[in-house]
T-cell receptor, first 119, second 107 residues
Framework: QVQLVESGGGVVQPGRSLRLSCAAS????????MHWVRQAPGKGLEWLAL????????YYADSVKGRFTISRDTSKNTLYLQMNSLRTDDTAVYFC????WGSGFFDYWGQGILVTVSS | EIVLTQSPVTQSLSPGERATLSCRAS??????LAWYQQKPGQAPRLLIY???NRATGIPARFSGSGSGTDFTLTISSLEPEDFAVYYC?????????FGQGTKVEVK
């Protein structure tokens, strides 16, 4: 069965960096584009970034462009989100999600990982 | 970017009742709209894509309709496990955006 498992979250000071990982299993990782979506405490969902199935195309929300980088390692079936220059308003649960056959919809999600940016 | 406005913010209903949730887009998204269900402490789950297609494993009591700017998610008869927050999402124009959510709570 499809599984997405995030890791790498925690508490970090403003201005510092953190890298999230999302381990994928149960499907052919190289076939699917992948996304990161976040949810601030008590708030709604915010799309952050997309990487194509081959890793050659990447897209970002304006709120994280220039600070966050999405990448993937097909040898490890793992998706990453490198987060630099973190701000307090980046505090959220971060989800990785699979793109439904290039549709732009998210058919499988990880359980989410909490990132808290605080001094 | 396209703004999705969901209404009502909260809907209080009893098990067995019909739920009707609305999502309005700030400009046409054709049929490029999905609905997700999220329970506390869990990830969202895809219910409906392309406005009216049920995702794999989604019960038939969930249905979606609409096109252009006005969309509806209907739950024909609420089961206890259906009380949750529901989000709509468009992928017609970049970037993908979500509505603010509708909470379906027990009356």
């Amino acid at each position: 069965q499809v599984q997405l498992v995030e890791s790498g979250g925690g508490v970090v000071q403003p201005g510092r960096s953190l890298r999230l990982s999302c381990a994928a299993s149960g499907f052919t990782f190289t076939t699917y584009a992948m996304h990161w979506v976040r949810q601030a405490p008590g708030k709604g969902l915010e799309w952050l970034a997309l990487i194509s199935n081959d890793g050659n195309s990447k897209y970002y929300a304006d709120s994280v462009k220039g600070r966050f980088t999405i990448s993937r390692d097909t040898s490890k079936n793992t998706l990453y989100l490198q987060m630099n220059s973190l701000r307090t308003d980046d505090t959220a649960v971060y989800f990785c999600a699979r793109d439904n056959w290039g549709s732009g919809f998210f058919d499988y999600w990880g359980q989410g990982i909490l990132v808290t940016v605080s001094s | 970017e396209i703004v999705l406005t969901q209404s009502p913010v909260t809907q209080s209903l009893s098990p067995g009742e019909r739920a009707t949730l609305s999502c309005r887009a700030s400009q046409s998204v054709s049929s490029s709209l999905a609905w997700y269900q999220q329970k506390p402490g869990q990830a969202p789950r895809l219910l409906i894509y392309d406005a009216s297609n049920r995702a794999t494993g989604i019960p038939a009591r969930f249905s979606g309709s609409g096109s252009g700017t006005d969309f509806t998610l209907t739950i024909s008869s609420l089961e206890p496990e259906d009380f949750a927050v529901y989000y709509c999402q468009q992928r017609s124009k970049w970037p993908p955006t979500f509505g603010q959510g509708t909470k379906v709570e027990v009356k």
